[in-house]
C-alpha cells in the first residue's frame, strides 16, 4: 500500500486529463481543472470510495468558498489519515490557495494510493448517494448533471437544421446559411479560449515550480547565515568575507574579489579553519617526530663507534658486573 511515494515515482508523471478523467469517473463530477477539488471535500469521497464507510460524509462540505470552510475538510481528511495510519503530510496552505502544481501533486498521490488499495476499480461504490448526506453534495450531484445533460444537448443541437434543410428544398439553405457561419463564429472564441486557459495552467505551473525552487535556496542561504552567526567563528576572515557576499545588495563582480581579499589577508586564519590544512599541519608534526627518532640513534651509533678499545671494554665490564650476582668464596 502506498503512503510515502518519493517524487521520482511514476505516480507523479500522471497528466491533468487522466486525473481529470478519474475523479470525475469515479465521482461522478464534471470538473474541468484539478484545483477545482482544492476544497478537500472530494479528497474526502475519493478516500470513501477506496475505504467505504470510513469517512463521515456529513461532516463534508462541497459548498465550501472560503478558507476556514475548507480546513475542516482536511481536518476529516487527516482524521482518517490518522486512522488509517497513512503517514502522507497535508499541505493545506498551499491546497486551501488553489495552487495547481501543489493541487496535482497532492492528487497524483490520492489516485496512486486508491489503485494500490483497491486495483483501480471500485466495488458497488454509489458516489451520489454517499454525496447526499454532506453538505452541498446535492447541488453539486445536480451541477454534474445538468452539464452533462448540457453537453449532450449541444452535441445534438445541429442535427434538426439539417434535417430541416432536407425537407424545405432549395430555399432554405439561403436562410440555414447565416447560422452555420454564426455556428463557426462562435467555435473559433471557444477554442481560442480554451487555448488561453491552458497556457495560464502551465504558466501557474511554472510559477510555482520557481516558487518551490526559490524556497529551496533560501533556506539553504538562512542555514549558512545561521552557521556564520557561531561565537566561535563569527569574528574569522572567511565567515566576514561570507557575509560581505550575503548582505551585498547588487550584483557587482567587486564584492567577490574583496571578500577574495580578506580572506587573503590573512592566510593563517584561514588555513586554521580549513580541514586540509590541519592534516597537512598533523602530517608534518607527524614527520618531524620521526625525523628526530632517527636523528638520535644515528648520533648514539656514531658516539659508539668513535670509543677507543680501552673505553669500550671497560664498558661492557661494568654492564657484566653490574648484571651478575657477587661472587662468593
Not at 442535427?159 to 432536407?166: C, F, L, M, N, Y
Not at 455556428?183 to 473559433?188: D, G, I, Q, T
Not at 538562512?222 to 556564520?228: G, K, N, V
Request: proline share 5%.
Amino acid at each position: 500500500m502506498a503512503t510515502n511515494i518519493g517524487m521520482m515515482d511514476g505516480a507523479y508523471f500522471v497528466g491533468r486529463s487522466e486525473i481529470l478523467a478519474w475523479i470525475n469517473t469515479t465521482l461522478h463530477l464534471n470538473l474541468s481543472k484539478v484545483e477545482e477539488a482544492c476544497s478537500g471535500a472530494v479528497h474526502c469521497q475519493l478516500m470513501d470510495s477506496a475505504h467505504p464507510g470510513m469517512v463521515p460524509m456529513h461532516k463534508v462540505n462541497f459548498d465550501a468558498k472560503n478558507e476556514y470552510e475548507m480546513i475542516q475538510n482536511y481536518k476529516v481528511l487527516q482524521d482518517v489519515f490518522n486512522k488509517l495510519k497513512i503517514t502522507k503530510h497535508i499541505e493545506v496552505s498551499k491546497l486551501v490557495k488553489g495552487r495547481p502544481l501543489d493541487n496535482l501533486e497532492f492528487m497524483q498521490w490520492m489516485k496512486r494510493y486508491c489503485d494500490s488499495v483497491n486495483g483501480g476499480g471500485l466495488n458497488n461504490y454509489n458516489p451520489l448517494e454517499r454525496r447526499e448526506a454532506s453538505r452541498g453534495g446535492r447541488e453539486a450531484a445536480k451541477k454534474s448533471a445538468t452539464q452533462h445533460s448540457s453537453t449532450k444537448g449541444s452535441s445534438a443541437a445541429p442535427r434538426p437544421s439539417s434535417s430541416h434543410a432536407r425537407r424545405n428544398g432549395n430555399d432554405v439553405p439561403s436562410s440555414v446559411n447565416p447560422s452555420n457561419h454564426s455556428a463557426k463564429a462562435s467555435s473559433k472564441p471557444s477554442t481560442s479560449i480554451a487555448a488561453y486557459d491552458e497556457q495560464i495552467t502551465e504558466l501557474k505551473l511554472s510559477v510555482d515550480s520557481l516558487e518551490k525552487e526559490r524556497d529551496f535556496y533560501f533556506a539553504k542561504l538562512r542555514d549558512i547565515e545561521i552557521l556564520c552567526q557561531t561565537p566561535e567563528i563569527e569574528d574569522s576572515p572567511i565567515v566576514a568575507a561570507i557575509k560581505m557576499i550575503l548582505y551585498a545588495t547588487d550584483g557587482d563582480a567587486s564584492v567577490v574579489t574583496e571578500a577574495q581579499a580578506m580572506v587573503s589577508l590573512n592566510p593563517k586564519e584561514a588555513e586554521a579553519l580549513s580541514p586540509i590544512a590541519e592534516a597537512s599541519s598533523e602530517k608534518t608534526s607527524s614527520e618531524i617526530q620521526k625525523r628526530k627518532i632517527i636523528l638520535n640513534s644515528d648520533v648514539d651509533a656514531a658516539g659508539i663507534i668513535t670509543l677507543s678499545p680501552r673505553q669500550r671494554l671497560t664498558d661492557a665490564s661494568d654492564v657484566h658486573c653490574s648484571g651478575s650476582p657477587p661472587m662468593t668464596y
